[in-house]
């Protein structure tokens, strides 16, 4: 019985803590970068995402962490490959026009979930970095900062699929920075 009311007190403490917070957008970024010619980088960024995200601040465990991205708003400096990358051979974005991830579960410093590209949907595992709680000196809020890294395959999506490796990796290097506010 004893241990049933500790669990119980342990399970209504996580709860407890556990609140929403909103994404500032403004100090956030969904970054990648990929090899050009296996020897050069390029990278670039989605400037248009939302998300949700559940943390208890006293332990920093994530419950719950979602997020989509708009294709179309791909920007990697350069107007001409941004077209080409919204096309039918890569990202399709008319068809597709968003991608989504979906944590299933965060276990010490990974985080586990499912991310869709043009209806492709694949496990991945991304280390995270979760930083606070503080409270912002400018507004007083209560504010954390989530740091997401991970390498993604993108054939794996059919994300370029008949371009060569060596002109585009097939690795893609994501980085996401996500500065949170309590609700």
Do not use: W
């Not at 990278?43 to 979602?66: C, H, M, R, W, Y």
């Not at 504010?143 to 060569?164: E, N, W």
Request: with cysteine; net charge neutral; glycine share 6%.
């Amino acid at each position: 019985m004893t241990k049933r009311i500790i669990l119980t007190l342990c399970l209504f403490g996580a709860i407890a803590f556990a609140k929403p917070y909103d994404i500032d957008l403004a100090h956030s970024s969904v970054d990648f970068e990929v090899k050009h010619l296996s020897l050069s980088k390029v990278n670039g960024n989605f400037d248009e995402f939302s998300g949700k995200v559940d943390v208890d601040p006293q332990t920093k465990t994530i419950n719950a962490l979602e997020g989509e991205i708009s294709i179309a708003s791909i920007n990697t400096k350069n107007q001409k490959r941004d077209a080409h990358l919204n096309a039918n051979d890569f990202f399709d974005s008319k068809k597709f026009p968003k991608a989504k991830f979906v944590m299933t579960k965060h276990e010490g410093n990974k985080i586990y979930g499912n991310l869709t590209f043009k209806n492709i949907t694949k496990p991945v595992v991304f280390d995270i970095e979760v930083n606070g709680p503080a409270q912002n000196p400018m507004n007083k809020k209560e504010f954390m900062a989530l740091d997401i890294q991970g390498v993604i395959l993108r054939k794996d999506f059919d994300i370029g699929s008949s371009t060569g490796d060596m002109i585009v990796s097939n690795e893609v290097k994501i980085s996401i920075q996500l500065e949170v506010y309590a609700k």
